[in-house]
């Protein structure tokens, strides 16, 4: 049977599993739109502009475990995905992305809408592909899918000219994906399987660092048992959030710059560290050099360059996360469980000495919001069971400090990219993957502006998601380094300047609330949370909070600005 | 850190855009890259990148798993440690002043290379030999005047298969 170039497109995605797509339509893209129509089954929502739509496909991806799929146009399509596609490759979010592109034939003539899109994303996707030929298209699509969800999972762009897209030709379902240059190794080694329980065993400060791997690999179940069984405190990167239960007594909460002082100090004064799906950003481990300068590091990572990228590991295991501590766990069972815990109790006596000592404070007044007394009573009213988008900056170190996760893949971020304008969109990923979950935004004044047009996208597509935004009229993040290290001088931080955000929302067709009191937070909340229909929540917080502790860049990370 | 020497032999999917990964994995890391030479191999779905790269012990780790990570490249062997040839090609263009010419005739029937075009002023000579060949051979031409210098990168095979 012939097919075009576009159905061939359709019935790969749908032999993929994805039954819904985020895009917006160009010149280029037509007959893909066109064919689309015909198709009910696969979903298509409309985003207002194609940032939108890789960050909402990234969203989706997270929400619901799977690969996210952006569909875009040429040109100026193609170049408003790549701060998305960036922000999926820092974060590993499996994802694909189809561009149009001009007919092959005006390929390189600086044609209408014509960018060398494969060239610009070629450092910021996992693999990239120009299909040249209609009868490689088939292949292609199972290619990226399959590269973009195996190994450590990353975005995959492909690069569809309009002639292979209207190309008739004779279809075949291609063959199973076989690649000789592409094989992830999920299987780790096992003498380092056993090195590492013996580590831990003649370990008397031992803490677990769960990074966003441990949640790409579905391996929270096996990391919780591991520590639950030998006593092991744990703490996270933002990406790791909800690896481990927030509300468990073992849970350090984040490390790094704006970790807990429990959890950077724990690490500072650990002897073994067990570090599983983590990359040893910057904003985790501070000043390397004196990085947990008294611990021995168990690294587990799918991806051997993570592994002595910043930080010697003296035990690196390359493989799967899951199937990892499944095999760690496995040998912990075989072992007197007295020999796991050795002098466990002074360790877990002091951690818990600096939680009593140095929490996550704030004082909540009676005249002005605090913008963490915000993000606690929207854990309380959603009871932690809401998925959470964040944008970039204050925002989402609070989020992440008083949001409390229980479960992975509730806390959607731009951990490594930082993409302000990320969590509207991401926000509506998510709703569309999880329609019955409350999915919450929880925005600065600054950030929400980048990608507010999206509020038109949740509307129209019924994607119901909550904003609340954490108004203080700063890019609060930026002004609070400049009071910390530039003199107080505010220079551009300032936006007092901003459009009136329950006017906003309702001109959009949304429903908005704004809330300068706080003994109406709570309400404001619950009014807000039980609206039907997309809302914003504003509120009018403290003007010039500051998120703490604060490692300054740097530092050390035990080395804190405390309140 | 100590700086040494390291020759990769790299084996990729001929494929468009692979020098242009390999390329941009280096410039985006703040690698470095001595010379690189490409061309395919006795397999014509397979091309053959030999690399050399002067860094530390733990950058030349990063880059080996670097390499590995892009989905066409095959295989990276590190020669550095291992038994193998090396070759350079060059064409030196050299001043051939009348009182010198007896000198380079000299110089160049001792490291065994070839005059491959005399003109009224100067001599172009091929070589081809390793690089520390490479570099003597330079070293001792200088003092003729060189004009100018085109060169291949290092090529090398391993001499025992699969070590």
């Not at chain 1, 689309?36 to 890789?54: C, K, M």
């Not at chain 1, 400049?482 to 955000?501: C, G, I, L, R, V």
């Not at chain 2, 066409?72 to 010198?100: F, G, M, S």
């Amino acid at each position: 049977m012939k097919l075009t170039g576009a159905q061939i497109l359709i019935k790969m995605i749908k032999s993929q599993g994805v039954d819904t797509i985020f895009g917006y339509p160009g010149g280029a893209t037509i007959d893909i739109h066109d064919e689309l129509a015909r198709h009910p089954d696969l979903r298509h929502i409309l985003v207002r502009h194609e940032q939108g739509a890789v960050h909402a496909a990234d969203g989706y991806s997270r929400a619901h475990d799977c690969v996210g799929v952006a569909l875009v146009t040429s040109g100026p399509g193609a170049t408003n995905t790549v701060t998305g596609i960036a922000s999926a490759h820092t974060d590993s979010i499996p994802m694909v992305v189809f561009t149009g592109q001009v007919p092959t034939a005006l390929i390189g003539n600086d044609a209408f809408q014509e960018v060398d899109i494969v060239g610009i994303t070629r450092p910021c996707t996992k693999h990239n592909y120009l299909v040249k030929d209609p009868n490689k298209l088939a292949a292609t699509i199972q290619e990226a899918f399959h590269i973009a969800r195996s190994g450590r999972p990353g975005p995959v762009l492909v690069d569809l000219p309009k002639d292979i897209l209207q190309a008739q030709i004779e279809f075949e379902m291609p063959k199973e994906t076989a690649l000789r240059s592409y094989k992830p190794n999920y299987t780790p080694n096992k003498k380092q399987l056993a090195k590492a329980v013996t580590m831990l065993k003649e370990a008397k400060r031992p803490v677990i660092f769960a990074g966003g791997g441990v949640i790409l690999s579905r391996a929270s179940k096996e990391l919780t048992s591991i520590a639950k069984l030998a006593k092991i405190p744990v703490t996270g990167s933002l990406m790791g959030l909800g690896a481990f239960p927030g509300s468990h007594s073992l849970w350090l909460g984040m490390l790094g710059m704006h970790g807990t002082f429990r959890a950077n100090m724990s690490i500072g004064t650990s002897d073994l560290i067990i570090a599983a799906g983590v990359r040893f950003d910057d904003r985790v481990t501070g000043n390397v050099k004196k990085f947990a300068p008294n611990a021995k590091i168990i690294q587990i990572d799918i991806d051997p360059t993570s592994i002595h990228k910043n930080i010697p590991v003296q035990c690196p295991i390359v493989g799967d996360c899951k199937t990892a501590l499944a095999g760690i766990l496995d040998l912990m069972e075989k072992e007197d469980p007295k020999d796991l815990t050795i002098d466990r109790g002074p360790w877990l006596d002091q951690i818990a000495q600096w939680k009593h000592t140095t929490p996550l404070k704030y004082e909540q007044g009676p005249e002005v919001i605090k913008p963490q007394f915000v993000v606690e009573k929207l854990y309380e009213a959603t009871e932690g069971k809401a998925i959470i988008t964040t944008e970039v900056g204050q925002n989402q170190m609070w989020a992440a400090q008083f949001y409390h996760f229980d479960k992975p893949n509730h806390f959607i971020t731009s951990g490594g990219l930082g993409v302000m304008g990320f969590g509207l969109p991401a926000a509506i990923g998510a709703k569309a993957a999880c329609p019955d979950k409350m999915v919450v935004d929880i925005a600065g004044d600054g950030s929400i502006q980048m990608n507010i047009q999206e509020l038109m996208t949740a509307i129209e597509s019924k994607l119901d998601v909550k904003i609340v935004i954490l108004n203080n009229r700063f890019l609060g993040m930026v002004r609070q380094w400049q009071e910390f290290f530039y003199d107080k001088a505010y220079a551009s931080t300032n936006m007092e300047n901003a459009p009136d955000f329950v006017l906003l929302a309702q001109a959009y067709g949304a429903k908005g609330f704004r809330c300068d009191d706080p003994a109406k937070v709570e309400q404001t909340l619950k009014l807000g949370l039980e609206t039907p229909g997309t809302v914003i929540m504003e509120f009018l917080v403290e003007r010039e909070e500051s998120v703490y502790p604060m490692v300054p860049a740097g530092g050390a990370i035990t080395e804190m600005l405390l309140v | 850190m100590k700086t040494n020497r390291y020759l990769l032999s790299i084996l990729v999917d001929d494929e468009p855009g692979v020098l242009s990964r390999i390329a941009g994995l280096f410039s985006g890391r703040g690698f470095n890259i001595d010379s690189l030479s490409v061309a395919t191999t006795a397999d014509p779905n397979v091309s053959r990148i030999t690399m050399v790269t002067n860094c530390d012990a733990q950058i030349i780790e990063q880059i080996k798993k670097h390499l590995h990570k892009l989905i066409n490249v095959i295989t990276v062997n590190d020669l550095t440690e291992k038994k193998y040839v090396e070759r350079q090609l060059a064409l030196i263009k050299v001043h051939a002043k009348p009182e010198k010419r007896a000198e380079i005739l000299r110089i160049v029937d001792i490291f065994r290379c070839k005059i491959v075009h005399i003109g009224h002023s100067h001599y172009i000579i091929e070589m081809s030999g390793n690089n520390e060949k490479h570099e003597a051979f330079i070293s001792l031409l200088q003092p003729m005047g060189i004009v100018e210098i085109a060169s291949t990168g290092s090529i090398a095979l391993a001499r025992e298969n699969g070590k």
